[in-house]
């Protein structure tokens, strides 16, 4: 299976299930399309036949290199690796990562939270130490040999439990000898409670942080308020700024969520760039169809054109030296996923799992508050093993959408909870996100093949 696109001047054939990229032109990629359901000799009777002043000498030696790769293992290879891998990917598996919602409460009141404003569609909660401690030893306990383990410090805004997210770090560094384990904390802030003692402990203890910032001042501030009514920006700002400052090369994101308001989230993009951060993501807002800021269809040609435009921005940033990284464009053709990820993607449900101020566990921080998803807490561990099955098997192995696409193999078959907000089920898909990603990918393999020259 292959896929060909030509963007930016640029065409490339992706070949499926080997991984390869290759950058031809668009007279070798027609020969490759028509290769793949023709012999050598059938494909260049039928080239010729189309483009009969092509020069034929060429044309030949062009097939001698397609050949090559078929023999080679980098183009139309077959996808018995693949059917095997799916076997394998619903065996068991060993606990990986927890998010610790350590505050079901905010001190903003962003309209667009899927969280609804931090407390999940219940009431506001902290989580006790207590409770937090227990799930890192359950977390330790399930592990098995996994040296590297994840927690994400969420809520709600983490920082209103401040003093329970810094004993917890120390109690997890405390055991990490012991069990030969190593915790690597991250946490996601809305930024507003940001001061000189959480920018020295997280630059110190968390190996990733997300700051959420939504762009330009009056996109951010539509949406990103307070209690009050009062707009966020100016006062995170200086914050984010100084905390990246003082990170000293360390990982961070600065995160934002683009909606209808928003359709030209380059230019928050660039912003934010402008601004000196070099780590950005930009997310798009998933929400109900009748929701007045979610994305529609006719929306999808702005966004392919943003996102391309993007992917051209970075690569003149890149020349002029002040260049600047897109986490949806951050591919690794060489040393990316083994096949066993790309078939299971974040491991939701099974190695790794959400937990509440009250220590409940849900398959992800988006099941949190739908008790039809509850699998059950800290102290007992997971008591719903019928949903466990049914995460563990929640992959392209469940979607017969994905069968015949070319991304599947980068995306994993997409996110189980938005599938199960845009189908109704965990095994269903997301069609709308679909066609946002395979817009993505087509722009981040053009970007690898012009930063590559």
């Keep these: 299976m292959i896929h060909t696109f030509t963007q930016n001047g640029y065409t490339l054939v992706v070949d499926v299930y080997s991984g390869s990229v290759h950058v031809t032109d668009e007279q070798v990629a027609q020969l490759i399309i028509l290769r793949e359901h023709m012999s050598s000799e059938q494909t260049y009777e039928q080239f010729i036949k189309n483009f009969p002043d092509e020069d034929k000498i060429l044309i030949k030696d062009c097939l001698h290199h397609i050949d090559d790769l078929i023999k080679r293992g980098k183009l139309f290879k077959d996808g018995s690796e693949y059917l095997q891998a799916m076997q394998e990917h619903k065996k068991p598996k060993e606990l990986k990562?927890?998010?610790?919602?350590?505050?079901?409460?905010?001190?903003?009141?962003?309209?667009?939270?899927?969280?609804?404003q931090g407390r999940?569609?219940?009431?506001?909660?902290?989580?006790?130490?207590?409770?937090?401690?227990?799930?890192?030893?359950?977390?330790?306990?399930?592990?098995?040999?996994?040296?590297?383990?994840?927690?994400?410090?969420?809520?709600?805004?983490?920082?209103?439990?401040?003093?329970?997210?810094?004993?917890?770090?120390?109690y997890g560094r405390s055991i990490e000898k012991e069990y030969h384990k190593n915790f690597r904390f991250t946490l996601t802030t809305n930024g507003v409670l940001i001061d000189d003692e959480v920018i020295d402990f997280c630059n110190r203890e968390m190996h990733n942080v997300v700051l959420s910032l939504d762009g330009r001042k009056q996109v951010h501030d539509r949406f990103r308020v307070d209690h009050q009514g009062l707009g966020s920006y100016d006062k995170i700002m200086p914050k984010f700024q100084e905390f990246v400052r003082r990170r000293n090369g360390k990982g961070y994101y600065i995160r934002g969520t683009y909606?209808?308001?928003?359709?030209?989230?380059?230019?928050?993009?660039?912003?934010?760039?402008?601004?000196?951060?070099?780590?950005?993501?930009m997310e798009p807002m998933v929400a109900a169809p009748d929701d007045?800021?979610?994305?529609?269809?006719?929306?999808?040609?702005?966004l392919y054109r943003q996102y391309e435009q993007l992917a051209v921005e970075m690569i003149e940033r890149k020349k002029q030296g002040r260049g600047f990284e897109f986490y949806h464009y951050l591919i690794d053709l060489e040393n990316g996923p083994c096949l066993h990820k790309r078939l299971g993607g974040c491991g939701s449900g099974t190695e790794y799992l959400a937990v509440t101020p009250s220590g409940d566990l849900y398959p992800c921080h988006q099941f949190i508050g739908n008790k039809a998803y509850l699998m059950g807490n800290v102290q007992d561990g997971i008591i719903r093993r019928d949903l466990y099955e049914d995460f563990n098997s929640c992959g392209l192995s469940s979607r017969t959408a994905c069968e015949n696409c070319w991304a599947k193999l980068y995306c994993a078959g997409g996110c189980a909870a938005n599938a199960y907000h845009a189908a109704g089920s965990i095994h269903g898909v997301y069609e709308y996100g679909c066609d946002l990603f395979k817009k993505r990918l087509e722009c981040a393999l053009m970007l690898q093949a012009a930063l590559s020259e």
């Design 97 to 116: 990562a927890l998010c610790l919602n350590v505050a079901h409460v905010c001190n903003l009141t962003c309209s667009y939270c899927f969280a609804a």
């Design 120 to 170: 999940y569609h219940g009431d506001a909660a902290i989580m006790s130490f207590a409770v937090g401690k227990a799930a890192l030893d359950m977390l330790v306990e399930k592990s098995g040999s996994r040296y590297n383990l994840e927690v994400d410090f969420f809520g709600g805004e983490p920082l209103l439990n401040w003093e329970t997210v810094k004993q917890l770090v120390g």
């Design 259 to 281: 909606t209808r308001h928003n359709l030209d989230f380059l230019q928050d993009v660039l912003h934010m760039a402008d601004l000196g951060f070099t780590q950005l993501s």
């Design 292 to 302: 007045p800021e979610a994305l529609r269809p006719e929306d999808l040609p702005v």
